[in-house]
């Protein structure tokens, strides 16, 4: 029997690819050089799930603590990062016929006087190639012990002073600011919004809908809850949505401790009206559909995700598809 999250396990469900030619940017992936939760998730491997049919031009690397500084001033150490994954998208650049990694997305502490962010974000800028386009500093927190991953961030971190000027500075400086939270932080996150209109934002992961714990058997209570806040942040025309990020142990769907993965169709019967609601609420031009790999790759195979989120998109049309898997995410990473 295969151990379900192994590649063997996600091999047991196959598709046909759909739409094998349109153009794909994935917008959010990361990198690890050593053994995480998630496990490993080198260049080969990207390119293992990136090239397995579906047509993904180009992605985003987002920051997810890889390759830190292990000595020097405690600010910059996340500056290694970005040194890690400029030399693979170099790597990617030079071999033809292979996915490019085109869009960097590291990592500074929004709370440092402005001093130092400004010299984290230099720092980022000198090393990264002409590939680095903006920072994430996560803000999930959640105290009821029953996240697989809680966050580290403490409360309120949107609300905090240091923080909302960390932010600004990003816009002013003409980079993006990428956050992952957990969907009862979203009310936090429009005033965030509200407070920074100059910055361009890029929600992650639908606000993360929860859905283990005392989340579990309450999708309808949080769905509802979930639709209004989304209503309401799509009204700052700064912010622009992730479509993906949803198939992550915390949201509840078990999928990565089946016998078997889920096919595009269960995904899509499972997660179609969450999409479809951002979908209304932002518009395509706002809208870029996303991996989230190789977090993701514990519950579905990156072809079958791929197929799951064309068959959301079969209603819209020819542009606001192209918009929503290629042309916003070129547009607002600048790839």
Known sequence: MALPGSNEWRALITEEILEPERPIIDPHHHLWPTVTRWGSYSLEDLWSDTM???????????????????????????????????????????????????????????????????????????VGGGLFRGIRHAGPHDDTGTLLNPGTRGPGLYSKPGFRDGVRLLGKLGYTYDAWHFFHQNRDYLDLARAAPDTVMILDHFGTPLGVGPYASRQ????????????????????????????????????????????????????????????????????????????????????????????????????????????????????
């Open 52 to 126: 397995s049919g579906h047509n993904i031009e180009k992605t985003v690397f987002i920051d997810c603590g890889a390759s830190y500084r292990i000595e020097g001033p405690v600010h910059l150490k996340p500056v290694g990062e970005t040194e890690y994954v400029r030399v693979n998208a170099e790597r990617s650049a030079a071999t033809p016929g292979k996915t490019r990694i085109a869009g960097i997305v590291g990592h500074a502490d929004m709370m440092l006087p402005e001093a130092e962010l400004r010299e984290v974000l230099a720092e980022h800028e000198r």
């Open 220 to 335: 309808d209570e949080i769905f509802a809850t979930w639709k209004a806040d989304m209503a309401e942040i799509a009204r700052c025309p700064n912010v622009v949505a992730k479509l993906g990020g949803m198939a992550m142990p915390d949201n509840g769907y078990g999928w990565h401790t089946r016998g078997t993965p889920p096919s595009s169709n269960e995904f899509v019967k499972a997660q179609r009206d969450w999409y479809l609601h951002t979908i209304d609420c932002f518009g395509p031009d706002r809208c870029m559909f996303e991996s989230n790999f190789p977090v993701d790759k514990l519950s579905i195979a990156y072809p079958v995700l791929w197929n799951a989120l064309k068959k959301i998109a079969a209603g819209f049309s020819e542009s606001e598809k192209h918009a929503m898997f290629y042309g916003t995410a070129a547009r607002i990473y600048r790839v």
